[in-house]
């Protein structure tokens, strides 16, 4: 016997568009405002794990180009577990080096904990066959 979850279509692309937003805007906000985001990395209590990759301004330019082109992908779903898994990869530095260990940023930390989740949802189940027509 197999449980069928239904899930609406229209939901999980409403989810998938509204989590995409956060990638385009902070995609976006890395390329225009290149100094601004590495004084916050600077700034971060765990700016060494950023250093550990190399140097933080052109981190920020790949990070802004990555989440700019993973970002697009995720949004019209083409892709969409690898978009995840690459915006997770992406999320995950960016979450322990600038917000953790920051009593001002527990609400930004708390955000991307739930784009975590988010990015998780499509990780975990395969939304793009249920797109395809059968």
């Known amino acids: ?26 995609g976006s906000n890395h390329l225009l405002n290149t100094a601004k985001t590495v004084r916050r990395l600077e700034q971060a209590s765990f700016k060494g794990l950023a250093y550990f990759f190399g140097d933080p301004e052109w981190l920020v330019i790949l990070s802004g180009i990555v989440m700019l082109a ?17 915006l997770l ?15 001002n940023t527990l609400g930004p930390l708390f955000k991307n904990i739930a784009i975590l989740g988010g ?5 975990i189940n395969d939304t793009d066959k249920l797109f395809k027509i059968k």
Do not use: C, D, E
């Not at 993973?70 to 690459?86: D, N, Q, S, V």
């Open 119 to 123: 990015l998780l949802f499509f990780i």
């Open 1 to 26: 016997m197999t449980n069928k979850n239904h899930i609406s279509r229209r939901s999980i692309q409403l989810l998938r568009i509204l989590v995409s937003g956060i990638f385009l805007v902070a």
């Open 70 to 86: 993973a970002g697009f992908l995720f949004l019209i779903g083409y892709k969409t577990r690898w978009a995840a898994i690459i």
């Open 89 to 103: 990869l992406v999320l995950i530095p960016i979450t322990l080096s600038v917000q953790v260990g920051q009593i």
